[in-house]
């Protein structure tokens, strides 16, 4: 009796463990890796920033790549980023953006105007189009989703308290993308030297903080490579409301009608007609007749008459 207790025990227990199971499931739990993968995303993130009713974005990127035989000679192949972007209550944001290679830039939107400057340039001011607004939000918040797509299959994350992960080198990596595009080809070759970092998701399962640095080799077009990735990414609740800076509006150019004759005079076959030449100037002189290929001009076309010809070999007559 008390092994057939124990059976029953048991086997409810499997009966709930299956329903727990396909309660998670339905419920959209998911598992760590691809739970933290999903959060980082940037269309994603960017909506778990708008979610929060004002929220300020701030992520630092360096990425390094050089020749595996001359590590020290890829400077110039290294870059770090810093950005940062509010996003207020109202959906206006303000992206600004800078690099160590003199480069950056701001862009604003607010309701539906968008400014938008390069570094030491002026900032423009015009009507804002879908969805070029989203595309300048995910690629302010594209960082962690850039390192993750480069060293994600070698990481293993390891739960470190509510909500938090660490992350480290996995023991076996997750095999490559099969979706992987030419210019992605080479991800497929990298291999992981060492790999360290941290994230956190809040109770909605959006991106919190999130921080990695890893060191890899790779091949490249057939070269061999070596990189170095450092993210650091966090998001905080609250942001001021975003105002539009003082900047020109966009100039939109009309062209007058004899700029739209010249450049559309010889569609079809058509050709503009010249205007008469001006009588003024002229010194009285007619106009050259018969001009063309395989014509004389009116002018070469009258030879003197042999009378006023000049008699050559003649003598007078008395």
């Known amino acids: 009796m008390a092994i057939l207790c124990k059976r029953i025990g048991a086997s409810l227990l499997f009966v709930a463990a299956l329903a727990n199971c396909g309660r998670a499931k339905r419920d959209g739990i998911l598992p760590p890796d691809q739970e933290l993968e999903a959060a980082m995303q940037p269309a994603a993130l960017v909506a778990g920033l708008r979610r929060l009713s004002g929220a300020h974005f701030h992520a630092t990127a360096a990425f390094r790549v050089s020749a595996a035989a001359a590590p020290d000679a890829g400077g110039r192949d290294a870059v770090t980023t810093t950005t940062d972007l509010w996003i207020d209550k109202q959906g206006n944001f303000r992206l600004a953006e800078s690099n160590d290679q003199d480069g950056g830039r701001e862009v604003v939107r607010v309701g539906s105007d968008l400014a938008v400057d390069l570094r030491y340039g002026k900032l423009i001011r015009r009507p804002a189009q879908e969805p070029e607004p989203q595309r300048f939000l995910e690629e302010a918040v594209g960082a962690p989703s850039a390192a993750w797509d480069t060293v994600g299959r070698f990481v293993q994350i390891v739960p470190a308290g509510n909500r938090a992960f660490r992350l480290t080198t996995a023991g076996e990596p997750r095999p490559a993308s099969a979706a992987a595009t030419a210019l992605r ?58 105002t539009m800076p003082v900047a020109e509006t966009l100039q939109v150019r009309q062209r007058t009608i004899l700029e739209e004759r010249i450049l559309l005079g010889g569609l079809g076959g058509r050709t503009l007609a010249l205007p008469p030449p001006s009588k003024k100037g002229t010194g009285g002189r007619r106009p050259v007749e018969g001009s063309g290929p395989g014509q004389r001009s009116l002018e070469q076309s009258r030879k003197p008459s042999a009378a006023k010809l000049p008699a050559v070999g003649r003598q007078g007559t008395p």
């Open 185 to 242: 080809k080479w991800r497929e070759t990298v291999e992981v030297q060492s790999l360290l970092g941290d994230a956190r998701l809040d109770a909605s399962g959006g991106l919190q903080a999130f921080s990695l640095s890893a060191h890899f080799r790779a091949t490249r077009d057939g070269t061999p490579i070596e990189g170095e990735i450092a993210v650091a990414a966090s998001v905080e609740q609250g942001a001021d409301p975003v």
